[in-house]
């Protein structure tokens, strides 16, 4: 049951071997069985590593941690609304991709590997970036020329090497994909383990409930990390009878770069090939997303939807936001201006949680510039 299986053509591999792809070139899941031990999980230290037995990583001694996890989830108010935020922007590196970095980097160590590549738009390497730095793994991370420079601050002083790519994100993608012919791909798209991490945000959500789950969750997407793994969570949740339900999930896109949306409104087979504007919300401005059908798939088996937000949407989301009292990322607040679109024609006693990705102290330069 603990294996890698290609979503394409159904070969499988054993999790024990230095494997990110299928040999026909597709992508991997992970089939495992997660163990939940309600009385055993309360008695542990808050953190996302609570829920041990439902993470596939062999040996503690593996484990690579900042005791990361357990984010406050609270109420806040959106147009005389009450919506739960998870709290993720309080993460070590500041965003909800050290869930990921987590259990990918505990199992890289696990299969004693000591170099690898990863791409990201910012979050994702200052994520690898500073795991493999406690782990003692040399990193080297493809970002797009034009990122954030906090981040790029962020993840050459934990040691990594960055490499400045001229272009798009894609063409970020592209170059660390011939790194990887050589070099193992510690990669939050590609690679299952992160999603074992992510999933982490589920579980939370649903112990901090009570163990219920909420009615809908709404969620910025780029690459789907997030979402993807938050949807693996509640169903192993379900499927171990803990929760008797799977959330809504509601997608949010920038509409300058939103091809989940249109594959998902116009009921295509594929995700479409786009042409990509810029947008303030960086972190989730993918084109081309690695796992794109199987993230549309996920909103439409949880009868969830997607939603489109416009720069001038976000920007007005992020300053209320602030004015609250949260300082989050631009690409936080692409959530929190789906969320108040969502909730025009939500019910009225429907219970919503959304998240805070990233903080606003990792693009300190476009929050000053806005």
Request: glycine share 8%; with cysteine; hydrophobic share 40%.
């Given at each position: 049951m603990n294996q890698f299986i290609c979503r394409k053509c159904k070969a499988i591999y054993p999790l024990d071997v230095p494997r990110w792809k299928c040999d026909c070139g597709s992508i991997l899941d992970i089939e495992f069985e997660p163990v939940f031990d309600l009385e055993e999980i309360e008695r542990r230290k808050p953190t996302m590593w609570r829920y041990r037995e439902a993470?596939?990583?062999?040996?503690?001694?593996?484990?690579?941690?900042?005791?990361?996890?357990?984010?406050?989830?609270?109420?806040?108010?959106?147009?005389?609304?009450?919506?739960?935020?998870?709290?993720?922007?309080?993460?070590?590196?500041?965003?909800?991709?050290?869930?990921?970095?987590?259990?990918?980097?505990?199992?890289?160590?696990?299969?004693?590997?000591?170099?690898?590549?990863?791409?990201?738009?910012?979050?994702?390497?200052?994520?690898?970036?500073?795991?493999?730095?406690?782990?003692?793994?040399?990193?080297?991370?493809?970002?797009?020329?034009?990122?954030?420079?906090?981040k790029l601050s962020q993840i050459q002083f934990y040691g990594a090497k960055l490499n400045k790519v001229p272009g798009?994100?894609?063409?970020?993608?592209?170059?660390?994909?011939?790194?990887?012919?050589?070099?193992?791909?510690?990669?939050?798209?590609?690679?299952?383990?992160?999603?074992?991490?992510?999933?982490?945000?589920?579980?939370?959500?649903?112990?901090?409930?009570?163990?219920?789950?909420?009615?809908?969750?709404?969620?910025?997407?780029?690459?789907?990390?997030?979402?993807?793994?938050?949807?693996?969570?509640?169903?192993?949740?379900f499927n171990s009878k803990i929760i008797n339900k799977i959330p809504k999930i509601v997608a949010v896109q920038a509409i300058n770069c939103a091809p989940l949306h249109t594959a998902f409104k116009e009921n295509l087979k594929k995700v479409p090939k786009i042409n990509k504007k810029d947008t303030i919300a960086e972190g989730i401005a993918i084109a081309d997303p690695i796992r794109g059908k199987q993230i549309v798939e996920a909103v439409e088996k949880s009868n969830g939807d997607f939603i489109v937000v416009d720069d001038s949407e976000i920007k007005e989301s992020l300053k209320e936001i602030c004015k609250k009292g949260f300082y989050i990322e631009p690409t936080s607040a692409a959530a929190t201006a789906g969320v108040s679109k969502y909730l025009r024609k939500s019910k009225y006693h429907e219970i919503?949680?959304?998240?805070?990705?990233?903080?606003?102290?990792?693009?300190?330069?476009?929050?000053?510039?806005?």
């Open positions: 993470i596939p990583i062999k040996n503690d001694e593996n484990i690579v941690s900042f005791d990361e996890g357990f984010t406050p989830i609270i109420e806040v108010i959106f147009h005389g609304r009450p919506v739960l935020i998870k709290q993720d922007q309080l993460f070590p590196t500041g965003s909800y991709k050290d869930r990921g970095a987590s259990v990918l980097v505990s199992k890289i160590k696990e299969l004693e590997i000591k170099q690898v590549v990863e791409d990201s738009s910012g979050n994702a390497g200052c994520a690898i970036s500073a795991y493999c730095a406690k782990a003692d793994i040399d990193c080297n991370i493809f970002v797009p020329e034009d990122t954030a420079p906090g798009t994100r894609e063409d970020a993608s592209n170059a660390v994909l011939k790194a990887a012919q050589k070099i193992y791909y510690a990669s939050h798209s590609w690679n299952p383990f992160f999603l074992h991490g992510t999933k982490t945000f589920a579980f939370e959500i649903c112990e901090q409930l009570g163990w219920k789950s909420p009615d809908t969750i709404i969620l910025p997407v780029g690459n789907g990390t997030l979402l993807l793994g938050a949807y693996i969570g509640f169903n192993e949740l919503i949680v959304s998240v805070f990705t990233g903080h606003g102290l990792k693009t300190t330069e476009k929050m000053l510039k806005l």
